[in-house]
C-alpha cells in the first residue's frame, strides 16, 4: 500500500466525476448530510493532511493548517485539487522512510506510511461512491484497492468469501448491507500498533503483513541475515486464521521486533490470541539465530508485557516452554515471569508434575 495505490485511487475517483462535472453538485451524497462539492472538498482536505503528517511527522496532533476553496468557482476546479491533493499525498508517501510515524487518533495515536496511505484510498474510495450516489453515477473501484485497505486497516473486519471486497469496504464504512451482518451505525479504522521498547520497536502486523509472512515473504520488514524465523511464519498463520474466522483483535496479535538503529527486523512476538473470559492470554516469542545472545527477546518480553498488563480485560499473561530450551526459560525469568505449580499448570489445559506441563514448563506473569 503506497504512492502507486494513492494515485490509482485519485486517478480512478476523479475519471468517474469528471463525467458528471456539469451537473448540480449542491445535492447531498449519498446518506451524508454534506452536498457533492462538499463532500469532494474532503476528500481534498484529507488527502493533503495526510500528506502534511507524513511531511512533518508531528507526535501528538494535526499539524495546524487548512485547504480553502473559495477560489473553486466550479465542480472541475475541485477536481483540479482532488488530482493535486492526491500527488500531493503520493510522493509523501513515497519519500517517508518505512520506520517513521506520524500522529493519527484512531485507535493508536499514530499511522506510518502505509497506513497513511490506505487512510487516504480508504477516503477517495467511500466519498466518491457518496458523491457518485448524490449525482447517480456508477462507481466502483477496482477490487484490489479494497481488498488493500481492508487488510491494513481493517483488521478487525471479517472478510467476505469470495472477490467483493467493496461490499465488504462499504458495509465496514457504514455505507451499505451484507448478509448475515448487521448494518453499521459506527465505524473506525485501525493502524497497527507500534509497542516501543529501548533498542527495539514492536511493530504490529497486519494481515496483509501476517499473510506475505505465511506465504513466505517479508510482510514488508527488512530481515537481519536468517530471518523470518520458522516461528515467525508459524505466528502469522494464526494471525491469517483469526482473520479470516473474524475473531482477529490486532492489539492481541502479532508484532514484528524491529532494530531502532538500522531499521532491520530481529525477530517475533505476540499473543495466542485475545485474552478468554478469565482475562488470560498466552504470549510466544523467537528471534533469528543471528540475533541471539543480546537480550532483545528479554527487552522485547518486558515491554510486551508492561503494555499488555496495563489493560482493563488482562488478568495475566502466562507461556510454556520446552525443558529443553534453557535460552528461553532465562528469557522468560528475566521478563518476570515465574514457574506455575501443577494446578496453575492445569488452567492452561496441560498435566504432569509440579512445574512440568508434559515436557514444558509453565511460566506466568501477573500485573
Known sequence: MGGDQVEEAV?????????????????KAGRLEWSCRETAEHIASDLVSYAGQLAGRPADRYVPFEI?????????????????TGA?????????????????????????????????????????????????????????LCAG?????????????????????????????????????AWRWSNNLVIPAERLTLQGVTPASAADLRAGGTGGFEWIEGGPFEGTRDAAG????????????????????????????????????????????EVGYDLTESARGNGYATEALRALSAWALAREDLTYLFATVDRANSPSQGVISRAGFT?????????????????????????????
Open 11 to 27: 486517478s480512478g475517483a476523479v475519471a468517474a466525476l469528471r463525467g458528471a462535472a456539469d451537473r448540480d453538485w449542491s445535492v
Open 68 to 84: 480553502g476553496f473559495e477560489d473553486c468557482e466550479s465542480a472541475e476546479d475541485v477536481l483540479q485539487v482532488v488530482e493535486a
Open 88 to 144: 500531493l499525498l503520493a510522493a509523501a508517501v513515497r519519500t517517508t522512510p518505512r520506520e517513521a510515524r506520524a500522529f493519527h487518533p484512531y485507535p493508536f495515536r499514530s499511522a506510518g506510511r502505509e497506513g497513511f496511505a490506505a487512510m487516504g484510498v480508504t477516503e477517495v474510495l467511500v466519498h466518491t461512491h457518496d458523491v457518485a450516489e448524490g449525482l447517480g453515477i456508477a462507481y466502483e473501484p477496482p477490487a484490489a
Open 149 to 185: 485497505v481492508l487488510t491494513r486497516i481493517f483488521p478487525h473486519v471479517r472478510p467476505e468469501p469470495g472477490p467483493d471486497h467493496w461490499r465488504t469496504l462499504l458495509w465496514a464504512t457504514g455505507r451499505g448491507e451484507l448478509p448475515g451482518r448487521a448494518p453499521l451505525t
Open 238 to 281: 494464526m494471525v491469517v486464521k483469526a482473520y479470516e474466522a473474524g475473531v482477529h483483535r490486532p492489539e492481541w496479535g502479532m508484532f514484528v521486533l524491529v532494530r531502532r538503529e538500522d531499521g532491520r527486523a530481529v525477530g517475533g512476538i505476540g499473543f495466542h490470541g485475545a485474552p478468554d473470559e478469565e482475562g488470560r492470554a
Open 339 to 367: 514457574r506455575v505449580d501443577t494446578e496453575t499448570a492445569d488452567a492452561t489445559g496441560n498435566t504432569g508434575d509440579t512445574g512440568d506441563t508434559g515436557g514444558q514448563y509453565a511460566y506466568e506473569l501477573r500485573g
